[in-house]
């Protein structure tokens, strides 16, 4: 039952730097997430996917973009990274059905741009 | 804008203590108010609630919601310190979008 994976679950960038975060899932979920949490903070949507071929920004997209060419996968892309990106960062899946959308989260993956 | 606001921020109890979390919501087409502990890692589903008044229940925790008021409650009754957690609440919108409160940082001592 791997559910959502995420990786790396640790990395450090330094400014200007740009790095993928790779996000899979098994359950046949078709929509998919990207979070993320600053220290005491809640979680901040950053991009969605509906279906494959099919992404919408969230809160906050600005230096990020996403692609979602199958239906398991939906990587994250830091362009440039930059110290406001540390974070960690989340992706969800859940088989949508309004008023039943449960999210499954990854177990996360700690950035530091330095 | 969409916006979910959690109350308290932080909480400390003793074991055995009850406690009421508090989350109130401006959603836009409002669809359901859901509610996740995060421990270390990953947030896990704990309640979803689309309709007025009816009780969730599972164990020591139970969950309410009231949409006329737009706000939302967490109930742990006896609390035990694998209790401690942050608890988030987040309201689900048109699009299946979820927007997130800032959570609840909770500790239980013993």
């Known amino acids: 039952n791997a559910g959502v994976t995420q990786t790396p679950k640790f990395r450090i960038l330094k400014i200007g730097q740009s790095m993928t975060l790779q996000c899979t899932q098994d359950m046949n979920h078709n929509y998919m997430y990207w979070y993320r949490q600053d220290p005491g903070m809640g979680l901040k949507l950053i991009y969605y996917?509906?279906?494959?071929?099919?992404?919408d920004k969230g809160e906050v997209p600005n230096g990020y973009n996403v692609s979602r060419s199958t239906t398991e996968d939906f990587p994250l892309r830091l362009e440039l990274a930059a110290p406001s990106q540390t974070s960690v960062y989340f992706c969800a899946s859940s088989y949508h059905r309004a008023g039943a959308n449960v999210l499954t989260f990854g177990a996360g993956s700690r950035l530091t741009v330095l | 804008e969409d916006k979910v606001v959690q109350s308290p921020l932080s909480l400390v109890v003793h074991e055995g203590d009850t406690v009421t979390l508090n989350c109130s919501y401006e959603v836009t087409n409002f669809r359901s108010l859901l509610w996740y502990k995060q421990e270390k890692k990953a947030p896990t589903f704990l309640f979803m609630l689309?309709?007025?008044?009816i009780e969730k229940k599972s164990g020591r925790l139970s969950s309410i919601l009231d949409k006329k008021e737009l706000f939302s409650i967490l109930n742990i009754t006896a609390t035990q310190t694998g209790d401690s957690a942050i608890y988030l609440c987040?309201?689900?919108?048109?699009?299946?979008?979820?927007?997130f409160g800032e959570g609840t940082q909770l500790t239980v001592n013993p």
């Open positions: 996917s509906v279906g494959a071929g099919i992404t």
């Open positions: 987040a309201g689900e919108t048109s699009g299946s979008r979820l927007t």
């Open positions: 689309t309709s007025s008044g």
